[in-house]
């Protein structure tokens, strides 16, 4: 397995156990989803897992908070937040450094 795609796989589990310790279950299941994919075929992989970091309504727009339903206490949610979104950032990074890697953007270019 390269480089790049363990920094991902790691840095993708890290960031399941997360969302799940705070009940963000749909975004853990579908980043589970995507790192499987990942492992079958990275090419076709890290572009689906870009393609949910990027735009609105992706993985950067998640926030936890009591009110949607996440096992966070409101005085903690500002920290907890920080805490996912450098996690969030780290995967997106090694995303598309693993996209660099497998060349995403020729790839996608010729779908």
């Known amino acids: 397995?390269?480089?790049?795609?363990?920094?991902?796989?790691?840095?993708?589990?890290?960031?399941?156990?997360?969302?799940?310790?705070?009940?963000e279950i749909?975004?853990?299941?579908?980043?589970e989803d995507s790192l499987e994919a990942l492992r079958r075929d990275s090419r076709s992989g890290v572009a689906g897992l870009l393609d949910g970091f990027e735009g609105i309504g992706g993985m950067g727009d998640v926030y936890l908070c009591p009110e949607a339903g996440h096992r966070v206490v409101?005085?903690?949610?500002?920290?907890?937040?920080?805490?996912?979104?450098?996690?969030v950032s780290r995967v997106y990074q090694a995303a598309r450094d693993l996209g660099?890697?497998?060349?995403?953007?020729?790839f996608r270019r010729t779908k």
């Open 1 to 23: 397995m390269e480089l790049p795609t363990a920094e991902l796989l790691m840095r993708g589990r890290e960031l399941i156990r997360y969302l799940r310790r705070y009940g």
């Open 26 to 31: 749909t975004w853990a299941e579908w980043l």
């Open 74 to 87: 409101a005085a903690e949610e500002g920290s907890v937040n920080e805490d996912m979104l450098v996690m």
């Open 100 to 106: 660099d890697f497998v060349d995403i953007d020729r």
